[in-house]
């Protein structure tokens, strides 16, 4: 006992983890092993070689001698042993193979496993005959995967020849396969080809890998096409189980041809016309991508080899094909997507993985590819030397890029190695992570070291890949060797073309022009432009982004705080992308109030501002222009109060105190304006954002509103004879609280005379007023006017523009009609003389909730209105199921029925009394008018239908009630609405089914069917 733990303790002090078990195991093995010791230590997992090891001589004993004796098969068999505890079980069950590894290289791997099948390697088509064929094929292919491994691990082939070979070896056992399979089916009448893609087409397969193949077959000449088909699908077939079946030497390795034509769901084999009829037809931008990497690999080469020609040239075109980069980067965004919850520690997959390296590469191989065939390279790393070489990527990109996919690969090889089995993910035990350490000849500290190399290297790759796969443009952004080859301007246009640019020509001018130069200002701009430009790039539009950041850029550019506040805080550069690429509104409201930039740094910033915060800001612009001496107006009532909550105000007076011509209310103005400009920008990036919904939307802009009239109004008034009281009354969208980026102001106005004071004074003094608010407010200015449309007055624009309130009561009470009824449920104080604002809400009360409802004759009329509305209004050549106003279940419908309801309820249920569309269905079904999921349906269409709108004029900057028939305008569209790039069609289809639902209720509720 007492040599053993001394045994134990001098193991341990070797370097064994587990000294007291490998004592153990050197006792059982009846052998003195201290000459193997010392080297058995060097490897990357001792304990486990040791195991295997002492196993091995149990199976073989002259195996010892043997590895005394030969140094290089000692080193070899022991690094095989450290790492792969997999294969050390399979030299135990065979360890005939040991002798394998002292030999510097083994023959033809083709010939050797198809004689190990028992078929003729000489033979065109060879034919197994032997015995036991699929475990003779796994015993043979584990045999040379053994002697690769340890020239691998020995670092006597570096990682670009293991790959080949393992590629070669995958070629070599599909041979086989396919000859097992020929023992079982006739194939006299057909001819197949086998051929590679992914990484076995590349030629740089992992040790543990899916191979991915496409089988191309003809029928030899004078059979029949059908008949040849069906027997090359059971070759194919055969072949496949020849690999994938279990065995007592388990399985080789899945077959996988999931890439071929219509995938899973297309016939297995295809005749060579079949596949490019289909490419040329239905093919989409991916499979191009995938059939890059294909290479004839087994079966009939000749046919192999047409197959890979005919390809190629399509191969090589793809990038022209319309939405290629937004194809490729959504094709990467689901393979992001599907990463599981472990994918910050996936080689593969993850974050700085392998696949990030893979997609840049062949995104800019084929981008440039079709014009540079000497980029047109199957495997990563020679097609990453190819386009550093062309100058396509700096020099220190490519070699930063090459080292990280290096190292990713060796640690996925060690990975798959230990235990044979496909794996990509970093395992988080510490004697794992020690093994792989040392087998990368890290000993201080392999644990440590290993983790800080791994998370280098792949924070080096992400980065890599961001700049590459993204960024348009190298040559304006960064400062090459000037031994290095710069892009062409041929090359140049092409990648911005590839990445989205519609006009790269004129994006390389704007790139130029902010980027050259020795200013600091400029060399701001070029650390910025590559993060920029790759943020642009993903955005619905990409040109207007790069021209909106040079218009702004050029306005700020000399501003100190500008540049640093990009460059410093990332979530404002990144905003400012994101707004400037999907809203040429919001660009425009930028461009004139381009210290709006600052607020994009926070949600917070982003907040809808308090109606009284504006109103009290609004009132201060006004005042600074406004005499000595001259009181600005009172704050309008906070819309979510009604008129009768409102709490006691001053009133409004045409006139005031104010000396005629007095103070500059077009200055003033201005200011309001200008207030106005940063609010609106304020609401539209909250919404592209999502921060606020449809709902928040339309009572942000309705307050916006009313702030801009009641501040226009006290500037209207500085000129005014102070003879009477004025209001603004607000009408449809605006009085609903519900309006849009493109809406007009719908207003009436209303005015009182003061004491002793003649109504034809008044009633000029009133217009006087009227026509200045609508004068100041149309006067030139740089962002969205506020139009005022007062034609819903009374007898509309043949009617006098202002009224007293006693001339509008004597007008409702004998010739109002139904429809103004129905205008004035929209009706609500908006500006001015509050009391007055409270007297004619409380006077049209009685004409829009009349106590008795309506007649069966007053609905009648309505419903035809309606109807005459929907023939009449709706503009030539427009398509009704696409009008998201007038069209079935647009906002036309869903704001009748709930008005409808109105007219009909709310004489006695004062719930129902609310100037707002989805209030008042929510408040019907509170009273039991209304079903709630009839409710539902009509506020998702009414929903969908307002952001279709709002959506539309942030977009293309001018309004538009139509959902585009253009298929680009309808996917920027899609893409605000956040929709997926290629979510066009889903946008349209679920709109078309929302709006469906919509009119199926408004017919049932609206018009009794």
Not at 112 to 117: F, M, S, Y
Not at 939 to 964: C, H, N, Q, T, Y
């Amino acid at each position: 006992m007492p040599r053993i733990e001394s045994t134990a303790a001098r193991l341990a002090k070797l370097g064994f983890a587990d000294g007291a078990r490998a004592a153990q195991l050197v006792r059982q093995a009846g052998a003195e092993l201290d000459d193997l010791l010392e080297s058995l230590v060097t490897v990357a997992d001792p304990d486990q070689a040791l195991i295997s090891l002492t196993r091995l001589a149990e199976r073989e004993p002259a195996v010892l001698d043997t590895l005394r004796q030969d140094e290089h098969l000692r080193s070899r068999l022991l690094a095989v042993l450290g790492v792969s505890a997999a294969l050390g079980e399979h030299l135990v069950r065979h360890p005939g193979q040991v002798a394998l590894l002292a030999r510097p290289e083994l023959g033809d791997a083709r010939a050797e496993l198809l004689c190990a099948v028992g078929a003729d390697p000489d033979d065109p088509e060879p034919r197994a005959t032997g015995e036991n064929t699929l475990v003779a094929l796994r015993v043979a292919y584990r045999g040379r995967l053994t002697h690769l491994a340890a020239r691998d691990l020995t670092r006597q082939a570096g990682l670009g020849e293991v790959t080949s070979e393992l590629s070669d070896l995958a070629g070599a056992a599909l041979e086989a396969a396919l000859a097992i399979a020929r023992a079982e089916v006739d194939d006299s009448e057909v001819r197949l080809a086998v051929v590679g893609m992914g990484k076995c087409g590349a030629r740089e397969l992992n040790y543990i890998s899916d191979v991915d193949v496409i089988f191309v077959a003809e029928p030899r000449e004078g059979a029949d096409e059908t008949k040849a088909l069906r027997a090359a699908t059971r070759l194919a077939q055969a072949m496949m189980r020849a690999c994938t079946a279990t065995t007592p030497e388990g399985s080789l390795w899945e077959v996988d041809a999931g890439l071929r034509p219509e995938g899973r769901s297309g016939p297995l084999v295809r005749t060579l016309a079949s596949h490019l009829a289909y490419y040329k037809r239905w093919a989409k931008t991916w499979e191009f991508q995938a059939l890059l990497k294909a290479r004839p690999v087994a079966g009939d080469l000749e046919l192999g080899s047409a197959y890979v020609e005919a390809v190629n040239d399509m191969v090589w075109a793809a990038a022209t094909r319309e939405h290629f980069v937004e194809d490729v980067q959504a094709m990467r965004r689901r393979v992001e997507a599907h990463v599981r919850p472990e994918g910050e520690r996936q080689l593969k997959l993850g974050p700085g993985g392998l696949r990030d390296i893979e997609f840049a590469v062949q995104l800019l191989q084929l981008v440039h590819g079709r014009l540079d065939p000497l980029l047109r390279r199957r495997a990563t790393l020679p097609a990453l030397a190819a386009l550093s070489r062309g100058g396509y990527v700096g020099r220190d990109d490519s070699r930063g890029l090459a080292e990280a996919y290096t190292f990713l690969r060796q640690v996925e090889h060690l990975l798959q190695l230990h235990r044979m089995r496909r794996t990509h993910i970093v395992p988080t035990d510490e004697a794992d992570l020690r093994r792989l350490g040392r087998a990368l000849g890290m000993t201080a500290d392999p644990v440590g070291e290993f983790t800080e190399r791994w998370r280098r290297h792949a924070m080096e790759a992400r980065r890599l890949h961001e700049k590459l796969f993204y960024r348009p443009l190298l040559q304006a952004v960064s400062r090459l060797q000037e031994s290095e080859a710069r892009l062409s301007t041929t090359a140049a246009k092409a990648r911005l073309e590839a990445l989205g640019y519609v006009d790269p020509t004129g994006a390389l001018r704007h790139i130029a022009n902010l980027s050259t130069g020795v200013s600091r200002r400029a060399s701001i701009q070029r650390t910025l432009l590559p993060v920029m430009l790759a943020w642009f790039a993903d955005t619905p539009d990409p040109d207007a982004a790069l021209l909106g950041f040079r218009q702004v850029s050029d306005k700020l550019g000399s501003t100190p705080w500008y540049l640093r506040l990009l460059r410093d805080e990332t979530a404002v550069a990144s905003r400012m992308a994101r707004v400037l690429g999907t809203s040429r509104y919001a660009t425009g409201l930028l461009m004139h109030a381009p210290d709006a930039v600052a607020m994009l740094g926070s949600d917070a910033e982003l907040a809808v501002r308090p109606q009284e915060s504006l109103l009290s800001e609004a009132s201060a612009a006004v005042s600074r222009h406004v005499p000595t001496g001259t009181p600005t107006q009172s704050p309008a009532q906070s819309p979510a109060q009604s008129p009768a909550q409102s709490p006691a105000q001053s009133p409004a007076q045409a006139g005031d105190t104010a000396p005629a011509n007095g103070g500059d209310p077009e200055t003033a103005v201005a200011a309001v304006r200008a207030l106005r400009r940063k609010e609106l920008f304020r609401t539209a990036v909250a919404d592209i954002f999502g921060l606020i919904d449809i709902e928040t939307v339309g009572h942000a802009l309705s307050s916006l509103s009313d702030v801009t009239l009641q501040a226009a109004l006290d500037a209207a008034l500085v000129r005014a004879r102070n003879v009477t009281s004025f209001a603004i009354i607000a009408l449809g969208r605006l009085g609903g609280m519900e309006s849009s980026y493109a809406s007009d102001a719908d207003v009436m106005f209303v005015h009182s005379p003061l004491p002793g004071v003649e109504e034809r004074e008044a009633t000029d003094a009133a217009y006087a007023v009227a026509n200045e608010l609508r004068r100041l407010l149309s006067l030139p200015a740089p962002d969205p006017p506020l139009i005022i449309d007062p034609d819903l007055r009374p007898e509309g624009r043949q009617g006098p523009l202002v009224r007293t309130l006693a001339s509008y009561r004597a007008y409702y009470s004998r010739w109002s009609s139904p429809w103004e009824s129905q205008a004035l449920l929209r009706a609500r104080f908006s500006a001015g003389d509050a009391a007055l604002g409270r007297e004619f809400v409380a006077m049209i009360d009685d004409l829009r909730y009349p106590q008795d409802g309506l007649h069966d004759d007053a609905v009648r009329e309505i419903r035809r209105l309606k109807a005459r509305m929907e023939a009449e209004r709706l503009p030539r050549g427009a398509d009704p199921a696409l009008h998201t106003k007038l069209g079935p279940g647009g906002l036309s419908d869903v704001e009748w029925v709930a008005q409808l309801l109105q007219l009909r309820y709310a004489g006695t249920l004062p719930s129902l009394r609310t100037t707002r569309t989805l209030d008042a269905l929510r408040a019907a079904v509170a009273e039991g008018l209304l079903s709630r999921s009839d409710e539902k349906v009509l506020g998702e269409a009414w929903r969908f239908a307002s952001r279709i709108r709002d959506a539309i004029m942030l977009v293309k900057g001018r309004p538009g009630d139509s959902v585009p028939r253009d298929a680009g305008e309808r996917r920027l569209i899609a893409r605000t609405l956040g929709y997926p790039p290629d979510g066009s069609e889903d946008f349209l289809d679920d709109y078309r089914r929302v709006t469906r639902r919509a009119r199926r209720v408004v017919d049932r509720v609206f018009y009794g069917a």
